[in-house]
């Protein structure tokens, strides 16, 4: 088992930054890949962004390109998500997710090839 929790969300104007951060216990970090996920109302949950287990190599989702930076760092059990430039259409629930499979990296954009999920954690962008 791996327990995810995440922090670092909130209220935001646009064109601000936060830096969300997922802290993992359980299992041995760098065993897994590692996602953000986000929700915003009444919409599906979608990718936003993975990083592989050495950090050697990141994937973004076209919406966040840019914008966002995913990192780890395995000394820490963490994974970060440094958002940049927020736009209102940023607000949501972000989730990060742990996925002990082995794909390309475009692959981690499903749900369905992750194991483990935090609890969400919510950020808002103010126009």
């Known amino acids: 088992q791996v327990q995810l929790v995440e922090s670092g969300g909130g209220l935001v104007q646009a064109g601000g930054s936060l830096r969300l951060s997922c802290a993992a216990s359980g299992r041995t970090f760098n065993d897994y890949a590692m996602g953000w996920f986000r929700q915003a109302p009444g919409k599906e949950r979608e990718f936003a962004a993975v990083i592989s287990r050495s950090s050697g190599s990141t994937y973004y989702a076209g919406a966040v390109k840019g914008r966002f930076t995913i990192s780890r760092d395995n000394t820490k059990n963490t994974v970060y998500l440094q958002m940049n430039n927020l736009k209102p259409e940023d607000t949501a629930v972000y989730y990060c997710?742990?996925?002990?499979?082995?794909?390309?990296?475009?692959?981690?954009?499903?749900?369905?090839?992750?194991?483990?999920w935090g609890q969400g954690t919510q950020v808002t962008v103010s126009s």
């Open positions: 997710a742990a996925s002990g499979n082995f794909f390309w990296l475009n692959a981690y954009v499903r749900e369905a090839t992750y194991d483990y």
